[in-house]
């Protein structure tokens, strides 16, 4: 059964007017930052081969997923993950040499953080357009709030959701409207932008927010619902804000 929340965003959404978007959600990992290649270069220094993202990915969710439901606290979380990775492999190691490896595969993986280009002019532009901004993150724990503080993001956001600290995660409409909670406005006056369209876009607006996929590898839109917008980067997202929702302020410039 739909939500009171989901139901108003749903009838807000008959009306022929544009909706007015007060507030921003985005992503972190692979919106903002640049996760996969950071975390792909470590994984082949730990292993010395680079066919095994997939396996490693499908891995980490697993274990994630383990440390969101608060079965693991997220150190023991990336030992145990580690470890059954290797051990797929064939690679048998004791609990002390994983450990090790681990933190050397994290060492790298941190020194390697980098924001994409269009993040900063895109989020300076928004902040000035007089939006709010959450960060709406299926992150594991206090790791992510060091990464978006070192990597100077903190400052921009007025919410800060992580699911590591939520116990629910994306696409679970429950991050999102935590989110809205907290910068209180309706998820009908809010949009959310991702890199994933199943966890992201589908979810936020199955959560009755407005959805963004932010399709930056370029992959095939066939299967994006007609309600979610797609963008390949963050400079096309000023001028969507505006051409499509009322904002808050349409008189700054967007980024170039």
């Known amino acids: 059964m739909a939500s009171a929340l989901e139901l108003r965003s749903k009838l807000d959404r008959s009306v022929g007017n544009p909706p007015e978007i007060k507030a921003v959600c985005l992503d972190i990992d692979d919106t903002l930052v640049d996760f996969t290649s950071a975390a792909r270069s470590a994984l082949f220094t730990l292993i010395g081969r ?25 150190k023991t979380m990336r030992l145990q993950r580690t470890k059954a990775f290797l051990t797929d492999m ?16 994290q ?8 924001l994409y280009a269009d993040a900063l002019p895109c989020l300076d532009w928004m902040r000035a357009a007089g939006l709010k901004l959450a960060a709406v993150t299926n992150a594991s ?3 992510q709030r060091d990464k978006m503080a070192g990597l100077g993001l903190t400052h921009f956001f007025d919410a800060v959701v992580i699911a590591g600290e939520r116990g ?58 007609a ?11 000023p001028s969507l804000l505006v051409s499509e929702y ?4 349409v008189s700054v410039p967007a980024p170039r």
């Open 50 to 74: 680079d066919d095994m993202w997939p396996a490693w990915q499908h891995t980490t969710d697993e274990y994630v997923a383990r440390a969101v439901s608060g079965e693991l606290d997220p």
């Open 246 to 249: 009322v904002t808050p302020s």
């Open 168 to 225: 629910v995660s994306k696409p679970d409409s429950g991050i999102f409207h935590a989110a809205c909670q907290e910068l209180h406005v309706n998820p009908s006056s809010a949009v959310h932008i991702g890199d994933r369209l199943d966890l992201d876009a589908i979810g936020a607006r199955d959560a009755g927010l407005h959805a963004i996929w932010l399709n930056r590898d370029d992959e095939p839109v066939v299967d994006a619902p």
């Open 107 to 114: 060492t790298q993986m941190c020194s390697g953080w980098r």
């Open 90 to 105: 064939g690679v048998l190691l004791d609990d002390e040499t994983v450990q090790v490896l681990e933190d050397r595969r």
């Open 141 to 143: 724990g206090p790791a």
């Open 227 to 237: 309600d979610v917008h797609v963008i390949a980067d963050l400079t096309e997202l």
